[in-house]
């Protein structure tokens, strides 16, 4: 029989036999449960986590009890931005030493991995995969909102020297924006629109210039996410609440909100023959929007959905020194999940992104804004 000793990794998580986790059993029903200590199986390894940030998905479990088409049919563990270090690995890992600092890859790909050739290499696009803290399969997939959880060996992703976990949390968001990015044409040097100044939109901010953007303009109806918008490099912001309007004729137009509403002035925006990347989620039920300018302004309308690989290269430019911390607003320790998601969620609260201490000393922790250092 293994035990937590096995392997190279007899640390403190083999003297634990439990520990918390951060779950939802219904819509508005999310508890930190003791759950037993994970076990590292062959090609496994042990993650002792330390922090990670909430999502729109996880907000939507805990409100909803589903996120789009994903049903809770029993309690599901949220989460899938997270980073810690390796407590422990099993039988058959190398390369991954104990306490070496990692964020993980989210997606396993289900089924024989044959993609048609239009496609081919395109995981996100699999037509079905296991993700971090998703109900779209029963058994559901348990995420990292946890002190420990196993993940095959590789799904690991080590962090760049300089680059803490903290910041290695939010490496998968900032892979959905790098995503977003690689899904337009080349932005050297173009002026690039941003709609919706969320976390998704301000890390798409910071995605464009590092791909050499010349001028990106954000747009927003939140003072405070415009704030963080040109923390995190917009050259230019519109305050849509205050009566400012979109930019004209403009190239390469990025739709992070996901609002219908939204769409006949984002693409009204866009310049004649230019593209439209949604990255922001667009409603799966039948919704009012205009959409003329799709036709006659011939706007090449893209989806961008997670990501490939990318993850690889936000960890790259985390190093290179793009900047996540101004995303960050708030912290609250395991314990304060429940108010971590209520304060993610209220648009009163002014937060952006909303961490949550997952292991480790959580005593400096606290709901106050901060500057992300």
């Not at 600092?101 to 048609?116: E, I």
């Not at 029963?138 to 909102?145: C, Y």
């Not at 023959?273 to 309308?301: F, H, K």
């Amino acid at each position: 029989m293994t035990t937590a000793t096995e392997g190279r990794g007899a640390s403190a998580a083999a003297r634990k036999r439990t520990m918390r986790a951060v779950v939802v059993h219904g819509p508005g029903d999310v508890r930190v449960d003791e759950r037993p200590l994970p076990v590292p199986g062959p090609g496994e390894v042990l993650l002792a986590l330390e922090w990670g940030g909430i999502c729109g998905s996880d907000i939507a479990y805990w409100k909803n009890g589903a996120s789009g088409t994903a049903a809770l049919a029993h309690p599901l563990v949220l989460g899938h931005e997270v980073a810690g270090r390796i407590a422990a690995t099993g039988p058959g890992v190398t390369g991954l030493d104990e306490g070496l600092p990692v964020t993980v890859h989210p997606a396993r790909p289900v089924g024989d991995g044959v993609l048609p050739g239009r496609i081919a290499g395109r995981t996100n696009l699999y037509p079905h995969v296991r993700y971090f803290g998703s109900a779209a399969f029963t058994p559901h997939t348990d995420g990292g909102f946890s002190e420990y959880r196993t993940v095959d060996a590789d799904q690991v992703r080590p962090l760049p020297a300089g680059v803490d976990t903290q910041r290695g949390a939010l490496a998968e968001p900032l892979a959905v924006a790098l995503h977003a990015v690689g899904r337009a044409p080349s932005l050297r040097g173009r002026t690039v629109l941003v709609n919706g100044a969320g976390p998704i939109g301000s890390l798409v901010v910071a995605a464009a210039k590092h791909r050499g953007a010349d001028t990106v303009v954000a747009a927003d109806l939140s003072a405070d996410a415009l704030g963080v918008a040109r923390a995190m490099g917009a050259d230019e912001t519109r305050d849509l609440a205050r009566g400012e309007t979109l930019p004209e004729e403009v190239e390469v137009v990025f739709e992070a909100s996901g609002a219908p509403a939204a769409l006949g002035a984002v693409l009204r925006a866009t310049a004649r023959g230019g593209t439209l990347v949604q990255v922001g989620n667009l409603p799966g039920s039948a919704v009012s929007a205009v959409l003329g300018d799709l036709v006659t302004r011939e706007i090449t309308w893209a989806g961008s959905y997670r990501f490939v690989e990318e993850i690889d290269d936000a960890l790259l430019a985390l190093r290179d020194g793009v900047d996540v911390a101004p995303l960050i607003t708030h912290r609250f320790p395991l314990e304060r999940a429940a108010e971590a998601l209520s304060t993610a969620a209220d648009p009163a609260a002014r937060s952006s992104k909303v961490l949550l201490r997952l292991s480790g000393e959580s005593s400096g922790e606290s709901s106050g804004e901060s500057s992300g250092a």
